[in-house]
């Protein structure tokens, strides 16, 4: 995702600069939105996974008839 991102602001800037110059505002926005999704996309991403590590454990614990050892 980083790495996506970075080509997202590396190239999007310079279609940015090449959009405002022409006068095309909108064309513009487009590289902002798709970082402002990006960012988006991780916070909802983690917020889903937020139980994630229980769950995992509980699940391997269940499957094997184990026990945690903490």
């Known amino acids: 995702m980083i ?3 970075g080509g997202v ?3 999007g800037s310079g279609v940015m600069i090449a959009e405002l110059r022409e006068g095309r505002f ?3 926005l487009v ?3 798709m970082l402002t999704f ?3 996309l991780i916070v909802v991403s983690r917020w889903f996974a937020r ?3 229980t769950f995992i454990t509980d699940l391997i614990v269940e499957a094997v008839d184990g ?3 903490r």
Do not use: K
């Open 38 to 40: 990006a960012v988006l």
């Open 67 to 69: 026990r945690v050892v």
């Open 9 to 11: 602001a590396t190239i």
């Open 51 to 53: 139980h994630e590590g």
């Open 3 to 5: 790495l996506w991102a």
């Open 31 to 33: 590289p902002l939105f």
């Open 26 to 28: 909108s064309l513009a």
